[in-house]
């Protein structure tokens, strides 16, 4: 199936742990996005890459870093986790100059206890 | 990015068609006017996207006036399914997107 797939769905973990949320895309897409989700609902952008180049860094604390091994993927890692940062993280990508919108993922939901 | 707003949250009843006004006063010549659906628990999906006049595909239609100071997506025959946060976005087509609260619409039986 073309899509944009994030795993794990669902992530709970304790403060101070580190961990990696991934994404892939097999829909040919150059561009590939994190957002956040908080528990009132605003989805905001945090990390776009176009063809594996950070082209936007939206004001996220360093504890947050995203990698894109190529293209098609884009993981986000967060060290130190902190119980703000409990949200659900949504994956996306698009053509960058395309006709099209973003395809977003599912979201993993991710609990820090 | 122009700023967009849109009602916090409608109803209506299955069988009826909806009408979701966003408002874009100061909407820039290259921005365009994009619309996307999210269901509980999914990330959100593009809908219908258009620059002027009217676009119409197979889930909705969007009415541009001349001015483009507003646009309004048209559900038609909504059904329980269609239960969602339904998000206004204007934009050039290379700019990110900046989501706002969006519209919570709820269909009633």
């Known amino acids: 199936d073309t899509a944009v797939s994030q795993t794990p769905k669902y992530l709970v973990t304790q403060m101070g742990n580190d961990k990696s949320i991934k994404c892939e895309q097999n829909l040919g897409h150059d561009t590939m996005y994190w957002y956040k989700q908080d528990s009132k609902k605003f989805l905001k952008i945090m990390f776009s890459y176009n063809n594996k180049e950070l082209i936007i860094n939206e004001t996220v604390p360093n504890r947050f870093s995203p990698k894109s091994p190529d293209k098609a993927h884009l993981n986000l890692h967060i060290n130190s986790l902190e119980l703000g940062d409990s949200a659900v993280y949504f994956c996306a990508s698009s053509h960058l100059r395309g006709n099209y919108g973003y395809t977003f993922g599912s979201g993993t939901r991710l609990t820090v206890v | 990015l122009a700023k967009t707003t849109q009602p916090i949250s409608m109803d209506s009843y299955e069988g009826q068609e909806v009408n979701i006004t966003c408002s874009h006063n100061n909407i820039a010549t290259n921005d365009y006017i994009t619309w996307y659906q999210q269901f509980p628990s999914q990330g959100p999906r593009f809908i219908i996207q258009g620059y002027k006049t009217k676009v119409t595909n197979e889930v909705a239609s969007l009415f541009i006036p001349a001015d483009r100071k507003s646009s309004t997506l048209s559900l038609p025959r909504v059904s329980l399914s269609d239960t969602a946060v339904y998000y206004c976005?204007?934009?050039?087509?290379?700019?990110?997107?900046?989501f706002g609260k969006g519209t919570r619409l709820h269909i009633l039986p």
């Open positions: 976005l204007v934009g050039a087509r290379d700019d990110k997107i900046i």
